[in-house]
């Protein structure tokens, strides 16, 4: 899979701007705040909806301008795909695909797919559970439409229970009413444990051995998804602790227990890494992982995504970015960088950028 052109038109700090890519290795380098990131954003941001930077759409447009568009036209196995993005500081964000408007977020994911990684998702290891269910959330919803739909609906039968919980101070009034979103919630959170359940165990294979390639086979990686709820009968365990618990949740004002509450554990050689592990182990966890993400995206999709690197060197060491340019020999990569020596071998294309050029 590639992106073969992007179109930017007062998206950031680009007031039009056409970039054509290398299908294998493309460098945007230049000096911090030039735009580089702006690049990759719109690349991600076209593929599955959001913003990584904001989640304030009119942020991105050009601060001289109202509206912004970007385009992209990718190149897949079987078939080329264009995307198109319209959105604006007073207008909510429409797009395209191949000229046909398009009207839920899911007809668009699994359009194109990509891997992002930048200093920034070292959080996925070291900070809060929320930082490992995005990233669950981000690559299923990318290759499984079915999570991605289940995951929508779960947000908003907990978004409506929450609502509930804090709409009147008399536990007795919602009684009756809560056992509807109870009921809902359960068998909900049910089917999205079992997706990501398989999906660390099929993951988790990719980042041993990532892992494994990264540290010199000094260091063996293993993954656990933890749940509220664990083993045969999810869904009954979980209706019975909504029961027993709803005057605890009640006074919380929040449902405690679900798949918005459930966590992934990484070791290193027995170690938990989160807690224990060095800042280097930290980051080198952080990059296995996405490298697992590249493999297993290829082996649900048939091809391997496009790999975005934001300013991912200046946080590895010289043996580390050695090994993370040998993966992308495997599929077309953008790598952003405030300085590169390009060498006799080199395969692709340079990009110099310069802020308003």
Sequence with gaps: MQIKKLTLKDYRSYQNKTFEFSNKVNILVGKN????????????????????KTSKEKEVVSWQAENGYIKGEFSKKYRDVEIEMFFGKDRKKTIKIDGISIHKMGELLGSANAVFFSPEELKLVKESPEERRRFINVVLSQTNK??????????????????????????????????????????LSAKIYVERE???????????????????GEEKLEMQYKSSFEGEDYEGK????????LQKDFKLGYTSVGVHRDEIDIYLNGVEVKNFGSQ??????????KLAELEFIKNRVGEYPILLLDDVFSELDANRRKKLLNFTSKTQTIITCTEFEKTKDFDGKIFEIVKNQ
């Excluded at 999570?147 to 101070?169: D, I």
């Excluded at 294979?205 to 990532?210: T, Y």
């Excluded at 280097?280 to 992982?289: C, H, I, W, Y």
């Design 33 to 52: 705040a030039q735009g580089k990131t702006n690049v990759v954003e719109a690349i991600f941001f076209m593929i599955i909806g959001k913003s990584f």
């Design 146 to 187: 079915k999570y991605f739909y289940l995951l929508g609906r779960y947000e908003k039968v907990l978004a409506s229970r929450n609502k509930l919980l804090k709409s009147t101070q008399d536990l007795q009034e919602i009684k009756d009413t809560i056992d509807i979103w109870d009921r809902a919630l359960a068998e």
């Design 198 to 216: 398989n999906f660390i165990k099929e993951l988790t294979p990719f980042a041993k051995k990532a892992h494994e390639y990264l540290s010199n």
């Design 238 to 245: 979980m209706l019975k602790y909504l029961s027993k618990n």
């Design 280 to 289: 280097g182990q930290q980051r080198t966890t952080a990059l296995s992982l």
